[in-house]
C-alpha cells in the first residue's frame, strides 16, 4: 500500500515540477532568428496567455464597457476626467532672435 500511494504522489508530483513551455518557445530557432519572428513575438508575446491566444472576446468586452463610461461622463457637463477644453503650452518656447541680430550696416566688419 505504501508503494502504491508514492507511486501515486511521484506520478502525480513530477508533471506539477516540470518546466512550462509556452507557444513561443516551441518556434524553431531558424524562424527565432528572424527580424519578423522577432516584431511579431515583441508585439504579441504580452498580449497572450500562456497557451497563445490572443484574448478578443475579452478586449471587446473591455472596449464596451470604457464606452458606456465615456457616454454616462459625456452626459455630466462633457466633463472627461477632470480634463478641460483650456490649455496653455507650457513649452519649449520659441527664441527671439529680434534683439539679437546685429546690422552689418554700423561698420562692423566681421570677414
Same mark, same amino acid.
Given at each position: 500500500?505504501?508503494?502504491?500511494?508514492l507511486f501515486v504522489i511521484i506520478f502525480y508530483a513530477i508533471p506539477a515540477f516540470a518546466q512550462f513551455n509556452s507557444v513561443w518557445d516551441k518556434v524553431s530557432n531558424e524562424v527565432k532568428s528572424k527580424n519578423s519572428f522577432k516584431r511579431y513575438e515583441w508585439f504579441y508575446? &504580452?498580449?497572450t496567455d500562456e497557451k497563445g @491566444?490572443?484574448?478578443?472576446e475579452y478586449i471587446e468586452q473591455q472596449k464596451k464597457i470604457e464606452m458606456e463610461k465615456l457616454s454616462l461622463l459625456g452626459k455630466n457637463g462633457n466633463n472627461i476626467l477632470g480634463?478641460?477644453? /483650456?490649455w496653455t503650452n507650457i513649452g519649449p518656447k520659441g527664441i527671439n532672435m529680434s534683439g539679437s541680430f @546685429? &546690422? /552689418?550696416s554700423?561698420?562692423?566688419s566681421f570677414l
Open positions: 500500500m505504501k508503494k502504491f500511494v508575446r &504580452p498580449r @491566444i490572443y484574448p478578443k480634463t478641460s477644453d /483650456l @546685429i &546690422p /552689418l554700423d561698420g562692423c
